[in-house]
């Protein structure tokens, strides 16, 4: 009868084991670089004014808002009139999460689009509402408004490349856990 009979050293296994254990104890290096990630993608959609998802172009604003923009002297890109949504943009992250996100109250509708809720417009400090249109004046002391269609301007998501970078993020941590580098 044959026997073989192999020893192994198994220091090294054991060792880079342990690194690898400590280093899923706190992941919080790990998601840091998947929130940053994350916040990278939110800021191209806005520089480049498209879907982070998909990389398509967000839908034109409507020529009457666009017009109304104007006026109030507001020419920059869509979504940053006065530059409250893209600024409140922020990352956390800890152990187990990596979020990026805003808690401005408008920005979920301008994200996913969707339609605002009917509501009455009254004057703020006047007795009445007073415009023209089409050469016509007119002078209301409210005015219902039906709610408005609000299309998809999604800023928040990763892509196929953003996913890739986070796999990779993911990669490097474990193999430097793992080889102690």
């Given at each position: 009868?044959?026997?073989?009979?192999?020893?192994?050293?198994?220091?090294?296994?054991?060792?880079?084991?342990?690194?690898?254990?400590?280093?899923?104890?706190?992941?919080?290096?790990?998601?840091?670089?998947?929130?940053?990630?994350?916040?990278?993608?939110?800021?191209?959609?806005?520089?480049?004014?498209?879907?982070?998802?998909?990389?398509?172009?967000?839908?034109?604003?409507?020529?009457?808002?666009?017009?109304?923009?104007?006026?109030?002297?507001?020419?920059?890109?869509?979504?940053?009139?006065?530059?409250?949504?893209?600024?409140?943009?922020?990352?956390?992250?800890?152990?187990?999460?990596?979020?990026?996100?805003?808690?401005?109250?408008?920005?979920?509708?301008?994200?996913?689009?969707?339609?605002?809720?009917?509501?009455?417009?009254?004057?703020?400090?006047?007795?009445?509402?007073?415009?023209?249109?089409?050469?016509?004046?007119?002078?209301?002391?409210?005015?219902?408004?039906?709610?408005?269609?609000i299309p998809r301007r999604r800023?928040?998501?990763?892509?196929?490349?953003?996913?890739?970078?986070?796999?990779?993020i993911i990669a490097d941590y474990?193999?430097?856990?793992?080889?102690?580098?």
């Amino acid at each position: 009868m044959l026997k073989i009979e192999v020893n192994l050293d198994s220091a090294e296994v054991d060792a880079a084991l342990t690194r690898l254990v400590h280093a899923m104890n706190d992941t919080t290096p790990l998601m840091m670089g998947l929130a940053q990630v994350m916040a990278e993608a939110s800021e191209r959609a806005f520089e480049t004014e498209t879907d982070p998802i998909t990389g398509a172009r967000w839908p034109s604003l409507t020529p009457d808002y666009k017009r109304q923009r104007a006026e109030a002297g507001h020419t920059g890109p869509m979504l940053q009139r006065n530059g409250t949504l893209r600024t409140s943009m922020h990352q956390e992250y800890g152990h187990l999460y990596a979020r990026y996100g805003t808690n401005v109250t408008y920005a979920a509708i301008q994200c996913f689009g969707g339609i605002t809720r009917a509501h009455w417009i009254r004057p703020r400090d006047k007795k009445a509402l007073a415009w023209r249109k089409g050469g016509k004046s007119y002078v209301r002391r409210a005015v219902f408004h039906p709610g408005s269609e609000i299309p998809r301007r999604r800023f928040l998501g990763v892509g196929p490349h953003d996913k890739q970078d986070m796999k990779e993020i993911i990669a490097d941590y474990a193999r430097t856990a793992l080889l102690g580098k």
